[in-house]
């Protein structure tokens, strides 16, 4: 037992498969590594066969070193400083064992699954939906009987949430019940498929990929002004279903395509949702590397389905990545620059150009009336001379220090020439200059009166406001040397290395973004079209054929139906890469159209709904939650695009942030689709929070669905949620006339159903208990929300407001059946 101890423990557990990889994958996943005070013990890693068996002797579990210290209750114990391998893991090393020890049963490095090249495998006879095909042929072999077809109520709310986020309206289910010809539930889905919210819906997920928020990251967070640039970009490539290559191209590299649009460049703003930092004490060529690594380790991630980011600081562990192809990858940003480029709205351009001129006179008269252009050249020659001899005087170097990270390419721009920078370089330097002139001495800057001239400056940006910008790349002239660095460290250089891929997917001859992208979406690269349609079903089901969304290496789960997966790969491909396609695809077919219902026979046997004999039932996330209480009361603003919005939220939430402080959206704005919140990284939004919403540091394929008493706590009591009740009490009163009537539309309103018999029953009697409260204790309706309620028997409004309230917070309120 004292000879090795396991370093680290990772999790997970051995797949169903045959003894000699469910063996081996325990091992990768549980044991990482060995050490012992022996030379031949040293670096033993038991993720390789040759060091297994120095631990094991095959045939003979009960001789094998292995199997006495995982089952020893001696210490130290493997694994070292955790809790001992469950006994069901160690009764798979022990059969693994005994029947050889054989390293056979994996597969091959290289020869994963999601590796193999794209083939589109035969349809199984007997369904006109290939999706049904693969599904029912599976669900035969097994003796296992589909489920039937859902309710077309709970069918209209599901398709509805699916495709567009908002549940339907009364009128439109009604339109939908209303129509009982063949094809009326794809005429439905086609509907929706042309809807403007759909792209709201998916764009959603994509943002959680693009790690999308409204401001920087970082202690001071600073707000990104036209980070929704690039939302509405998504959510107009969604709408008009951009083939998922051209969308691949135009994010990773739209900058670099010939005559690039302005839409083309906002899309290259994908990484430029990187977290940055203006601190102090930052180094600015470590936060470059760092970004450049998160650029790596994202493209990864959102295309190849694959953990990247491991290669960091060495080889991959489980995959065919070597670290000197991370680094190859790394390169091929090295040489890109940040750029906010001017892309004036609809009617900003001619409203600028008549101004324009204007401004800038009356700029260059404000600054020359306070005399400041000697002082300014005067701070920049000694800014300059701390860069270029640091140490000498340390107030200078702190100017610089800070200069250097508030001012966007502050480097740059000091080291050009006054007469060679752009207006807006000019002005950016000279504005910094204005609150930061303190190291030349107040006998030089006091009678130029520098806060009065920057307070006049401001004033007149605001009188006169610049072009909007988006946020986006361009290449530098001379390409930087790339290196790999020494266990992950960036100021550890070893190799140069020259721009490229991954070798084991054919990415040799790559050279710069454009070439990746089209490498990415290449016929040969299996992985983009695998990842991309394995992610849209998990948006359809709660989970994807492959559960690991983020990562189909051989670290990630198995897909369930290879061969399907396999097929809508093909077909997304084949079809022009189209998104549409293949949503519609699967929601036409009888496996989505299922009842959710759960079905005591497949309990034990399924517990996971892998054979798909029913579909899935799962939680609304946050922002489709508040989507729907806001459609509920009829308070829903449901234009499409634009600037992000602030609605209340719990006080103090925002003091917990260092430079931002939130103030509410006035007007009807507030009112728009939690897609439009701002999200702010260091101090994000109650709600969404609340409900597994990812802190947009990194790129999220997976949202993880927790139960937490916050939860309800968040849609009992926020202000948001009780002015919604509030509404749909309002709602209620006012276009139905009696209660019978109300508890219908209200049934209908938020859960696309009429209530059953009991259901009206309990409400009705609710309603009767809480009006019989109110009228018996005026202080109990008087603590009812004023608003909404004009004309109203406050005993009515209090019993409706307190029924809309259970209906918002029930579990069907927030479930997707």
Known sequence: MRRFAVLALIGGAALAEDSAGAARRLLARYCTGCHGPSQQMKSLRLDRHEDVLKVVTPGRPDSSLLIRVLESGAKPRMPMGLSPLAEGQVAVLRKWIAEGA????????????????????????????????????????EGVEPSPEAPRTTLARRVHLDLTGLPPSPDDLDAFLADTAPGAYERLVDRLLASPHFGEKWARHWLDLARFADSEGGIQDFVRKFAWRYRDWVIDSFNRDQPFDQFTIEQLAGDLLPQATVAQRTGAGFH????????GGIELARLRFEQLVDRVSTTGTV?????????????????????????????????????????????????????????????????AGHGIVPALREWEEGVRHAVAHPGQRVDWDVVYDKYSKVVDHGPRILHTPPGKRTEREEEALTDYFL???????????????????????????????????????????????????????????????????????????????????????SRDNPLPARVAVNRLWHELFGRGLSRTTEDLGAQGEKPSHPELLDWLAAEFMDRGWSRKHIIRLIVTSKTYRQSSAARKELAARDPDNLLLARQARFRLPGELIRDAALAAGGLLMDSVGGESVRPPQPEGVSDLQYSFKWTETPGQAR????????????????????????????????????????????????????EMAQALAARLIKERRNAGERIHHAFRICYSRPPSPRERDLLASYLEKRKSAARNNPGFAQSLPAGGFTGVDPAEAAAWFGASRSLLNSDEFLTRE
């Open 435 to 521: 609150k930061n002139a303190d190291v030349l001495g107040s006998e030089k800057t006091g009678p130029l009166r520098l806060k009065e001239l920057s307070e006049k400056l401001a004033g007149l940006r605001e009188k006169y406001p610049p072009l909007s910008t988006i946020m986006t790349f361009e290449e530098r002239a001379e390409r930087h040397p790339t290196h790999v660095r020494r266990r992950g460290n960036y100021d550890d250089r070893a190799e140069e290395v020259r721009p490229g891929a991954l070798s084991f997917l054919n990415g040799d001859a790559v050279s710069n973004r454009l070439e990746l992208a089209r490498w990415l979406v």
């Open 272 to 279: 430029r949702n990187t977290v940055t930092s203006r601190e």
């Open 102 to 141: 054989a390293w056979s049963g994996a597969e091959p490095r290289g020869q994963h699954w999601s590796f193999r090249p794209l083939r589109r495998p035969p349809v199984p006879p007997g369904e006109p939906n290939p999706v049904d095909a693969f599904i029912r042929a599976r669900l035969r072999q």
């Open 303 to 367: 295309w190849l389905g694959l953990t990247l980011g491991c290669a960091q600081c060495h080889d991959h562990k489980y995959d065919p990545i070597s670290q000197r192809e991370f680094y190859r990858l790394l390169a091929l940003w090295e040489n890109t620059e940040e750029l906010d480029m001017e892309a004036p709205l609809a009617g900003e351009l001619e409203r600028h150009q008549r101004y324009v001129d204007l401004y800038r006179e009356q700029r260059q008269k404000l600054i």
């Open 671 to 722: 009112y728009r689709r939690g897609l439009y919140i701002h999200t702010q990284r260091t101090a994000m939004y109650p709600l969404l929070m609340n409900f597994d919403g990812p802190d947009r540091t990194v790129a999220c394929a997976r949202r993880e669905t927790s139960n937490t008493p916050l939860q309800s706590l968040n849609l009992m009591n926020d202000p948001v949620f009780v």
